[in-house]
């Protein structure tokens, strides 16, 4: 069995002390650590960390972030990021990919995501501001439109403001709808998916339960980020992984070496 490798995490609340009981990796301070898990909603340290020679896993969505500055520090610090846009990318893509797998005829593609929030932070909604969750879910809408549709479009994603959570579009063919309730109690994370073919509608579900008292939306992000801190810290320098667990290690073309 390998060594742990020693990880400084930065932000997350109970989600941190959950990877301090992971035997895959070892708490450290950040002078020592060679990777640095990253669970804040601030960016601005990134680079820094990058261009020390510390590579770094992050949950913060790809798009939230200042690619230049990013790409300069990698080759500074001969270093590598991975940011994955937080847990649920990787669920949405695994989801589509199965039913995309089946049927090259979408032409539209919407996740319902049903959340009940326990008083506790739970990443990323209660413990980042409210303006950053926009970012997740725009990367959710681009993991979505990928899984299932050849072409990438040009339009911008756009946020609309609910009373129970938002809805997240990207044209008229990827919706993204998050439903929060508090303290309701039964399930406390599903997923909807609906794919629209010309034949008709298809609706997939998928219920998440806590794991040794876990919340499911913090258990499926610990999975993901540590999923990623080995391969990440044994790959090339100055490159952007992403979807780690659904498809090959594959450099990003807006990160290049």
């Not at 319902?112 to 929030?117: C, G, T």
């Not at 609706?203 to 008292?213: K, Q, S």
């Not at 320098?237 to 073309?253: K, Y």
Request: charged share 20%.
């Amino acid at each position: 069995m390998s060594s742990p490798l020693p990880v400084a995490v930065l932000g997350g609340g109970a989600l941190a002390s959950r990877i301090s009981e992971q035997p895959d990796v070892v708490v450290a301070e950040q002078s020592s650590a060679v990777v640095v898990v990253h669970l804040s909603a601030d960016f601005d340290e990134i680079p820094d960390h990058l261009r020390a020679g510390r590579d770094v896993v992050t949950a913060l969505p790809l798009e939230a972030l200042p690619l230049d500055e990013i790409r300069d520090a990698c080759r500074a610090g001969s270093s590598t990021l991975h940011a994955t846009g937080g847990f649920q990318s990787a669920v949405a893509a695994r989801l589509t990919r199965s039913l995309a797998a089946a049927t090259r005829e979408i032409t539209r593609i919407e996740l319902i995501e049903e959340i009940d929030l326990p008083e506790d932070g739970v990443y990323p909604w209660n413990t980042v501001p409210d303006n950053a969750l926009p970012g997740y879910y725009f990367a959710g809408l681009r993991v979505l439109e990928a899984a299932a549709f050849p072409d990438v479009s040009s339009e911008a994603p756009v946020f609309h403001a609910e009373d129970s959570g938002a809805v997240h579009t990207l044209g008229e063919r990827v919706g993204y709808r998050s439903i929060r309730t508090r303290g309701v109690g039964g399930v406390p994370l599903r997923y909807r998916l609906a794919t629209t073919t010309a034949a008709g509608t298809a609706t997939a579900t998928v219920d998440f339960h806590p794991t040794d008292g876990i919340h499911p939306a913090d258990h499926l992000t610990l999975v993901e980020l540590l999923k990623a801190v080995r391969p990440i810290h044994a790959s090339e320098p100055g490159i952007v992984l992403r979807d780690l667990c659904i498809t090959h290690l594959a450099p990003d073309d807006r990160l290049p070496r």
